[in-house]
């Protein structure tokens, strides 16, 4: 028999979550899982931390002045098991969507939070759930890190994905045990970053990062990257005055999907919010491994060996 590859019509998001509301903000993720589907869409991918706020006090705020703000993305944090998640997964079956989403993960150990990306399939299961192995810089105010365990692909009706949240995409090792597992389509969200060090152009940085795995792996990479909201700086211009000049900067969010020869198969967004689309056939991941498949001919596995931890970290072990 021979092999057939789905060719599908792909959603990445450019927007602003409703800042620490995680109700409001998921009737806006299913107004615009709605919106893609109408459009033809059969994947769609959010912003990292979509639901419902990244905490960007911890880059303008002291670790002190922002405690309390911490305390506040506690409490409008979900488990993956919420009624809010489950309308999400209800409205993806619905729609025949698979989702990929970001989160604010609340964890089982009181005050504990994970950077988590769910995976929804077009039946409305949650068939897999990332969490950020290293929270990055400031990030680690707020984070806790997660384990190997969420280090997978995951077949669904649009490829087998897989998923890393920001600066995790930075991670060679990562990527690589993501397509070692025949990843095909890669889902990198990320979110605005106007606060970044001057010389440092976050839009390009994602470009690049996303480039790279698409062009190594031979596969697609859709980006979807978060805006900063008038609700949020209006909210933490309470404890931070000149939280508007520090949170705008142009050429601080990039979303698109870009092809397995790292070339974007559609116009990119830079900084606006709004919705790209792209049209997805995996056959297009076939030729370019002629060229390099460093998961075979291209690679020495003689020589080279990468030896991953899957366990799920255990607090306690009772003798």
Same mark, same amino acid.
């Given at each position: 028999? %021979?092999?057939?590859?789905?060719?599908?019509?792909?959603?990445?998001?450019?927007?602003?979550?409703?800042?620490?509301?995680?109700?409001?903000?998921?009737?806006?993720?299913?107004?615009?899982?709605?919106?893609?589907?109408?459009?033809?869409?059969?994947?769609?991918?959010?912003?990292?931390?979509?639901?419902?706020? =990244?905490?960007? $006090?911890? $880059?303008?705020?002291?670790?002190?002045?922002? %405690?309390?703000?911490?305390?506040?993305?506690?409490?409008? %944090?979900?488990?993956?098991?919420?009624?809010?998640?489950?309308?999400?997964?209800?409205?993806?079956?619905?729609?025949?969507?698979?989702?990929?989403?970001?989160?604010?993960?609340?964890?089982? %150990?009181?005050?504990?939070? =994970?950077?988590?990306?769910?995976?929804?399939?077009?039946?409305?299961?949650?068939?897999?759930?990332?969490?950020?192995?290293?929270?990055? $810089?400031?990030?680690?105010?707020? $984070?806790?890190?997660?384990?190997?365990?969420?280090?997978?692909? =995951?077949?669904?009706?649009?490829?087998?994905?897989?998923?890393?949240?920001?600066?995790?995409?930075?991670?060679?090792?990562?990527?690589?045990?993501?397509?070692?597992?025949?990843?095909?389509?890669?889902?990198?969200?990320?979110?605005?970053?106007?606060?970044?060090?001057?010389? =440092?152009?976050?839009?390009?940085?994602?470009?690049?990062?996303?480039?790279?795995?698409?062009?190594?792996?031979?596969?697609?990479?859709l980006v979807s990257c978060s805006t900063i909201g008038a609700d949020a700086v209006k909210m933490l211009e309470a404890d931070c005055p000149n939280a508007a000049d520090l949170l705008s900067r142009e050429h601080a969010a990039f979303s698109g999907i870009i092809g397995p020869t790292g070339v974007p198969i559609s116009e990119p967004l830079i900084d606006q919010e709004g919705i790209v689309y792209g049209e997805i056939d995996l056959s297009k991941c076939i030729q370019p491994k002629q060229m390099h498949d460093i998961l075979g001919h291209y690679n020495r596995f003689d020589i080279f060996e990468l030896r991953v931890n899957t366990?799920?970290?255990?607090?306690?072990?009772?003798?």
């Open positions: 028999m %021979s092999l057939e590859l789905p060719k599908f019509k792909a959603a990445v998001v450019q927007a602003s979550p409703v800042f620490l509301n995680a109700e409001k903000t998921v009737d806006k993720v299913l107004n615009i899982m709605r919106e893609v589907a109408r459009n033809g869409a059969q994947l769609v991918a959010f912003p990292e931390v979509f639901i419902c706020a =990244y905490p960007y $006090w911890n $880059w303008i705020l002291t670790p002190v002045q922002g %405690s309390k703000w911490f305390e506040l993305l506690y409490k409008s %944090s979900l488990t993956a098991d919420d009624i809010l998640i489950q309308k999400i997964q209800k409205s993806a079956k619905e729609l025949d969507l698979t989702i990929v989403i970001g989160m604010n993960e609340r964890g089982t %150990s009181f005050g504990e939070l =994970y950077n988590t990306n769910l995976i929804i399939d077009n039946t409305g299961e949650i068939v897999g759930k990332h969490r950020k192995l290293v929270p990055t $810089w400031a990030e680690k105010l707020t $984070w806790t890190s997660g384990d190997g365990s969420s280090l997978r692909v =995951y077949p669904t009706k649009t490829g087998n994905i897989g998923t890393l949240a920001c600066g995790e995409n930075t991670n060679t090792l990562a990527r690589f045990t993501l397509l070692a597992q025949d990843e095909n389509v890669h889902i990198a969200n990320y979110i605005s970053l106007p606060v970044a060090p001057p010389d =440092y152009d976050m839009a390009d940085a994602i470009k690049i990062r996303a480039a790279a795995h698409s062009f190594e792996g031979k596969l697609f990479t366990a799920k970290t255990k607090r306690i072990t009772f003798l």
